[in-house]
């Protein structure tokens, strides 16, 4: 069974620009979620995909945007980057949105904005 | 407002002893799920324990039990024979579903688990 695998592991980038983290899901798993764990705090949930559909939402601005892909697989977006943007982002799968199942987590992408 | 309370920042176990770390939670969903998570100073996520709220039997899984009492919207974890290698951040989260369409993920601010030796 694969797990869920992140890509890149790290990554830095200059305030402006733009950013495209990756995610696969653990095989059979067909909803992927997104977190953001700012250093020494826990993770903030950005959003969830199901079926190539976001089917929720935290309390993150429009410039943090994703996809899910046929496979289950994920994007996330971010656009015009703040510093306050450097975190450890997270993804996580499970196997049904319907049921209130456990997540699977990634080892995440540490990002830096400078 | 905060919907996970972790009011333990760290703590310190000796090995072989057990430990409780805190949780409360808040929500008005009937339904809901309350998770555990083990995060090492690696960053990777491990899950530990789950308890749906209408669960009428605490979790456990090997080494890790849910004291789960619904009224006091309380769901702590204990740790039984601690071993060095539970040296980590733990996390609390609940998963609600909101509306038909709409989940929200919540975490708590985490504990950190020092075991001595």
């Known amino acids: 069974e694969t797990g869920v695998t992140q890509s890149p592991t790290h990554l830095i980038k200059t305030r402006g620009q733009q950013v495209t983290l990756r995610c696969s899901s653990q095989?059979?798993?067909?909803?992927v979620s997104w977190y953001q764990q700012a250093l020494g705090q826990g993770p903030q949930f950005i959003f969830q995909?199901?079926?190539?559909?976001?089917?929720g939402r935290g309390n993150f601005p429009p410039r943090f945007s994703g996809l899910q892909f046929p496979n289950y697989s994920s994007e996330l977006n971010v656009n015009a980057l703040e510093l306050d943007d450097s975190a450890l982002y997270l993804c996580?799968?499970?196997?049904?949105?319907?049921?209130?199942?456990?997540?699977?987590f990634g080892n995440g992408t540490r990002l830096t904005v400078t | 407002a905060q919907k996970i309370t972790q009011t333990q920042p760290g703590m310190f176990v000796q090995e072989k002893e057990a430990v409780t770390l805190d949780c409360t939670y808040d929500?008005?969903?009937?339904?809901?799920?309350l998770f555990w998570y083990k995060q090492p100073s690696s960053g990777e996520m491990i899950f530990l324990i789950y308890?749906?709220?209408?669960?009428?039997q605490n979790a456990t899984e090997g080494r890790y039990s849910l004291n789960f009492q619904k009224a006091r919207k309380s769901a702590n974890l204990v740790i039984s024979a601690s071993q060095l290698g539970d040296s980590a951040m733990y996390f609390c989260?609940?998963?609600?579903?909101?509306?038909?369409?709409?989940?929200?993920?919540?975490f708590g601010a985490g504990t950190t688990v020092t075991v001595r030796a």
């Open positions: 995909y199901y079926r190539e559909e976001e089917n």
């Open positions: 308890q749906g709220s209408y669960d009428q």
């Open positions: 929500t008005s969903d009937p339904s809901y799920g």
């Open positions: 095989s059979g798993h067909n909803t």
């Open positions: 989260a609940m998963r609600e579903l909101v509306r038909s369409n709409d989940y929200k993920l919540s």
């Open positions: 996580a799968s499970s196997s049904d949105r319907g049921s209130l199942s456990p997540l699977h």
